[in-house]
């Protein structure tokens, strides 16, 4: 039956637009039969809870049996010395004391929280491993490496800027433009973070031969390393003053 509708005039016919192509290799396509499902509930579920439960009942048995060594209201006339941050913002409380303020508190964890992990996933987007621990013997290597890399490293900057910090700032007066502030609170720890940054990479891509998942796994393993012997530093070896002191020997808190 002809159509009764508006017809096109000659030249004006439908133009179809394509949109885009889609990879063959792109496409997952999952053969997976219902006998082989785990579901979410209850198989997920109940041991989530479970995990939980004695999570919680752990907590109380510890409660119960340790007093948390808490100190006493807060009076404004006597200010603990030394007065730290909760442990999970130790590391910046750290940072304050190697660098400026701004730097320390504002810049360096903005960059690291909000541009260098988000960025992960969009600079290694290989499927290689995935889902498998360092995706291979290599990854492991290479995590071992930069774990044993950045603790020394780290360690070796708190306890050489304790010794010498002095030492350098009055040299840095008295010989270089700006150098009481400039150069000991900016373009020194600016210069070490991406100095020993790039270091590393070169280091695991010469012995290891790393590909961007290495460089990935070594440069985020460095990351938790520093945050894990900040907190520690702060937590075990800051005393009165803020004065360096070994885990066995440090002084109890001056009220």
């Not at 006339?77 to 909760?86: E, G, L, Q, V, Y």
């Not at 490496?145 to 050489?160: A, K, N, P, R």
């Not at 910090?165 to 008295?174: D, G, I, K, P, V």
């Not at 502030?181 to 210069?191: G, K, Q, R, S, T």
């Amino acid at each position: 039956m002809p159509s009764t509708g508006p017809q096109p005039f000659p030249g004006q016919e439908k133009r179809l637009r394509l949109l885009a192509f889609v990879r063959q290799d792109s496409v997952v396509r999952v053969d997976k039969r219902v006998e082989d499902t785990a579901m979410v509930w209850p198989h997920l579920l109940v041991i989530e809870f479970i995990v939980a439960m004695l999570w919680l009942v752990a907590l109380f048995v510890i409660a119960a049996l340790f007093n948390a060594p808490l100190q006493d209201h807060s009076n404004p006339d006597r200010t603990p010395n030394p007065s730290k941050a909760p442990w999970y913002l130790l590391q910046l409380q750290e940072l304050l004391l190697h660098m400026d303020k701004g730097l320390a508190g504002v810049i360096v964890p903005s960059i690291a929280i909000f541009v260098f992990l988000p960025v992960i996933p969009y600079i290694d987007r290989t499927r290689e491993g995935v889902g498998i621990w360092f995706t291979n013997r290599t990854g492991s290597r290479i995590f071992v490496f930069s774990s044993v890399y950045t603790i020394v490293l780290t360690f070796g900057l708190i306890f050489f800027d304790w010794a010498f910090r002095a030492s350098f700032l009055e040299f840095a007066t008295r010989n270089l433009p700006g150098g009481k502030v400039l150069f000991p609170d900016y373009i020194v720890p600016i210069a070490v973070m991406f100095g020993l940054s790039a270091l590393l990479v070169f280091l695991v891509r010469r012995l290891f031969g790393a590909d961007v998942r290495g460089i990935m796994i070594a440069l985020f393993t460095g990351f938790i390393c520093v945050f894990l012997v900040l907190v520690f530093v702060g937590t075990s070896m800051r005393g009165p003053g803020m004065d360096l002191f070994a885990p066995w020997n440090l002084p109890p808190t001056i009220e």
